[in-house]
């Protein structure tokens, strides 16, 4: 075991965080997501959510400060409502990463990165919308 690396953080999700780069983008997947037809590297978080694992990630990752938005969404499709998980996001990410912009991307577009991604996290996430790209920013400390 390793002090203060939160304990929904698995050995395999760890060592990708560690081997990811500046710059290289990893994405929390929701439970409807298409990871594992689109996934370089697949990390399957099972029984998890979005928002447990974005705040974890958060913990041991910091986000791109050269873009104007390190943070992405896939864009909502044919009128559906906002999702509310969205607000929960940026909460977390705030809270990790002081006021930061998030973006949306259209659907098609975020499948389309997804496959280019450094990584693709399935999780248990039942809210629709959910999924959300994280780019990796510069460890400095």
Same mark, same amino acid.
């Given at each position: 075991?390793?002090?203060?690396?939160?304990?929904?953080?698995? #050995?395999?999700?760890?060592?990708?965080?560690?081997?990811?780069?500046?710059?290289?983008?990893?994405? *929390?997947?929701?439970?409807?997501? #298409?990871? +594992?037809?689109?996934?370089?590297?697949? *990390?399957?978080? @099972?029984?998890?959510?979005?928002?447990?694992?974005?705040?974890? *990630?958060?913990?041991?990752?910091?986000? @791109?400060? $050269?873009?104007?938005?390190? /943070?992405?969404?896939?864009?909502?499709?044919?009128?559906?409502?906002?999702?509310? *998980?969205?607000?929960? $996001?940026?909460?977390?990410?705030?809270?990790?990463?002081?006021?930061?912009?998030?973006?949306?991307?259209?659907?098609? +577009?975020? $499948?389309?990165? +997804?496959?280019? +991604?450094?990584?693709?996290?399935?999780?248990?996430?039942?809210?629709?919308?959910?999924?959300?790209?994280?780019?990796?920013? /510069? /460890?400095?400390?």
């Amino acid at each position: 075991m390793l002090k203060g690396i939160p304990n929904i953080i698995s #050995p395999e999700l760890l060592k990708i965080l560690d081997e990811m780069g500046h710059g290289d983008e990893i994405i *929390i997947g929701d439970g409807n997501f #298409p990871a +594992a037809s689109n996934a370089q590297r697949l *990390i399957r978080c @099972d029984g998890h959510n979005g928002p447990d694992l974005l705040d974890a *990630i958060l913990k041991l990752m910091p986000l @791109d400060t $050269y873009v104007d938005s390190p /943070v992405m969404l896939m864009q909502t499709t044919n009128g559906d409502p906002t999702p509310t *998980i969205w607000a929960e $996001y940026q909460e977390i990410v705030n809270k990790h990463n002081g006021e930061t912009q998030m973006s949306q991307i259209e659907r098609f +577009a975020f $499948y389309d990165r +997804a496959k280019t +991604a450094y990584a693709i996290i399935a999780t248990s996430e039942m809210a629709l919308y959910a999924n959300i790209i994280l780019k990796k920013g /510069v /460890v400095t400390e």
